[in-house]
């Protein structure tokens, strides 16, 4: 590392005691230096670790000491170990990073493990796997807390996926009782599970189709995939059955995926990002991400190794790995998918639909705060149909830089059950409610009420002093609300806005189009987002309208949005406008 130049930023960061410069130290030298080529994310998580020795050594109060030692122990223990081809291969110093990051903190009061939970996100064919099994088998046959009865579960969505780790565990095993075969008498495998029979632990595979779990006290879990996972059912059952053991583990291994709603992509992936940004403090969640730090990076074959960060550690492994993703990129580009290469080989999230609406990378980086005090405001009224929501948006209008803000409120009725809709929307609404994105109907029949809906924009407009321009809704179910409103005296121009390619077309091609230039900022909402996710183009006859694919994915946010925006595009900014009366 001596001809390695060290920008000045980090030379302090640096500044650790020899005992600390182990191949992680190694590592991060080789990352921050940019001699290996990482992303933004990968760069943090570095940056945590030296921070952390530091914090450890000066801050007598701080609970976690790294040990590199101990650490090293375990490296040269999967070392050992070979891959699926039976062969042994030396680690990775991204690899040695990972092994040492959770296996080499400890807490200094009781010498627990530091880290709880695990997150590696990474592009595919790059080792997680393999490098998970051989931490699963460390623990199986030397952890000693608890020290017996030791319960570890390879889980996945689905019992094949959950297979791939068990197996890579149970072949691990075998191999290594061949070198000690005074192993041999204490290990047992039995179709799908191992058993050390010293002291009582296990490892099985976990899946949905397993069954009833709720019993289970997981001392180590890994799930892999979690892209595919479409509720964090699995990730509570773990977590909540480890309530009383002294030290737990769960390792999140995944690459990107298509469903821009799964909970590794709305929870666990920013929750992380949250922690490596320091915005969040977590000291008992490791994270870190190999991802490309935007979707135009494929292009640049300098840039691969972000997400594919084997091809960092040798001239063979480069030229290998860069050859095959160059034969991919060449083979999508013809055929046009190549977002899918994107997801899984650069570990970009993407919509797994072409035919989104709004790509949503260009709609996430434009949300933002925004001080909504006495602006102009479109709203934009969707009434429920059947058991849809009702949602309301508010298009503010920033005259200083000609650009549209975007908050939105839903309703959400109960009729037929709020757990069963829960469950079929696959939607935490409670917890929206809690967060303050929804408001769940107070009527015992079920049904959404009106009233609610009223005395929310009622408030709204009222608290932030807003000059409404128009309210804009769709006409169904529309009749009852209109005379409210009279009765309740507002004298805002209202406008019909009816569904048809006449009425909305133009306007929803605008929209995107501004979101994409960055002309259109938004609040955060998950509601809100998640109906742009779920919303597909249908483009009939050189008109484009907005779609669904399934009854469960809720778009109305994004339509009382639209709504509103077939009246707010029309607006000329350069005009000199009359306030209308909020209240009368």
Known sequence: MTDVKIPKKYEELLDVPTDYRDDTYKYCVMVLSGAYVAGKEVQKACVRHLKDIRRSIEDSDW????????????????????????????LGLFQKFIIASVRGWFTKDTDMLRFRKAFISVGRKSGKSLLVSGLVLYAFLFDKEPAEGRQMFTAANDKKQASIVFNMVAKQLMYFTSKVPELQKDVKKVRE??????????????????GAIDGFEPFLAVIDEYHAAKTNEMMELIESGQVNLLQSLIFIISTAGFNLNAPMYT?????AKDILSESFDDPEYFAIIYEQDSEDEWQDRD???????????SDELKEQIETFLEKRVAEATKKGSMFRVLVKNFNYWMQASEESYLDFNDWKKNEEDFDITGTKVYIGLDLSRADDLTSISFVHLDEANNQY??????????????????????????????DGYCTITDLTSGIINTDQVL???????????????????????????????????????????RQGPVTLSNPTLDFKLKVIDGDVKHEKNPLLDRAVKNAIAKDTNDSIMIEKK???????????????????????????????????
């Open 455 to 497: 005395d929310y924009i009622e408030s709204y407009v009222s608290k932030n002093n807003l000059d409404v321009q128009a309210i804009c809704y769709d006409p169904y179910a529309i009749h009852g609300v209109l005379a409210e409103m009279e009765r309740r005296g507002w004298y805002y121009d209202l406008q019909d806005i």
């Open 63 to 90: 609970n976690y000491i790294y040990k590199p030692k101990r650490a090293k122990k375990v490296i040269k223990f999967i070392e050992a170990l070979p891959d699926t081809k039976g062969k042994v291969n030396k």
């Open 303 to 313: 840039m691969w190794a972000k997400s594919n960060p084997l091809i960092n550690e």
């Open 193 to 210: 599970l191992l058993q050390n029979l010293k002291d009582d632990s296990y490892v099985m595979p976990l899946s949905r189709d397993t």
């Open 405 to 434: 803000y975007v908050a939105s409120h839903s309703f959400v009725g109960t009729k037929g059950g709020l757990q069963g809709k829960i469950e079929r929307d696959l939607i935490d609404y409670w917890q929206l409610e809690k």
């Open 267 to 271: 929870d666990e992936w920013p929750y």
């Open 550 to 584: 399934m009854h469960r994915e809720k778009i109305d946010p994004l339509m009382s949005t639209l709504f509103a925006y077939v009246i707010a595009y029309e607006h000329g900014w350069d005009d000199e406008e009359v306030s209308m009366p909020i209240f009368i």
